[in-house]
């Protein structure tokens, strides 16, 4: 047995946190060619370290040809466990110089489109130039992502279920309404129940499978009314098509009602059936790092706690605003009495983050 131990031990001294590198970047890269351009190594040199990576695991991570490079499961766990490896060393090499507070490295995030009306755009490159050791990769998608696959520290993502979509942190929520264009609604008439919706035209959202997402609007006295699908529809997986093909006149659109509330401007889009409502639409995020979280992820999730404020504040002085500040706080009260201490103790208050 001691035997056996002091091989053991022998054999974790031979691990090189090199082969894990050209592991991450190689998976990064999606090639040898461009993996060996990055890390001035040859193809082979690369091959070598990777054989000598999987035969000290003992599983193969990579299934590859001449053609077609791929992650097996056991290289996509592996994967998670080894960018996170990289990273913190990297993070840890930085922060040896970096006594004057200053972020480095890189931060990769997936943000939904509807941060460009937060704001948060604005602010990522306000902080890029505040902190120029700090580089950035921003993806846009309204969905959640996978964080392995694309090698992220965070992805932000909406939804309105997050019982089925899971995140480890709620970062807020946003009261959803039924809007149209004031043009459209001069058209087709303006509805004054639901019963009449089915039949008019609507831009809705898409599903992973291609099928329009449901509406459910709940209103006074606990009821609840499903709009079925029986006109026109336009479908689509961006907030942005969703919002500009309703100012077009495209048809009846779901909203976060800040869009309806902004009091700055003028509005474009008129609510319909204020008395109804949907769900709260919901911000989660997924994190690489759930137990501590890097100085660089800790910056993104303020960032979005100031962009829900200037969402907020964007609507006082608005003849909206006593609707908007009351159809958030009911919102958020059913939410957190639904969804249970495991949500509700995240709920604007990101308790995982370390300093």
Known sequence: MRDSGRAKSRSLAHWRVQDLEVFVQLVGCGSFTKAGLLLGMSTSAISKRLAALEQHLGVRLLDRTSRVMSMTSDGREFFARASNVCEQLREAESSLGASDGQLHGTLRVSLPTVAVEMGILGDFVDISSRHPGLNMEIYLSDRSVDLVGKALDAALFLTDDPDRHLGDLVLGLQPTVLVGSPDFLDRIGRPSCPEELGTLRSIRAISRRGNPIPWKLFGPDGKEFTVPIAGPTILSDDLRVTYMSALCGGGLARLPLAFVADATKPSRVEQVLPQWRFRPIVLM????????????????????????????ALVEGGPMAAYYKAALAEDRARFLESHGSRLATNLFQPKQVAD
Request: proline share 0%; net charge positive; aromatic share 4%.
């Open 285 to 312: 995020a997924a994190l690489r790092h759930r137990h501590v979280l890097s100085k660089k992820v800790k910056a993104l999730l303020e960032l979005v706690q100031i962009g829900f404020e200037r969402m907020d």
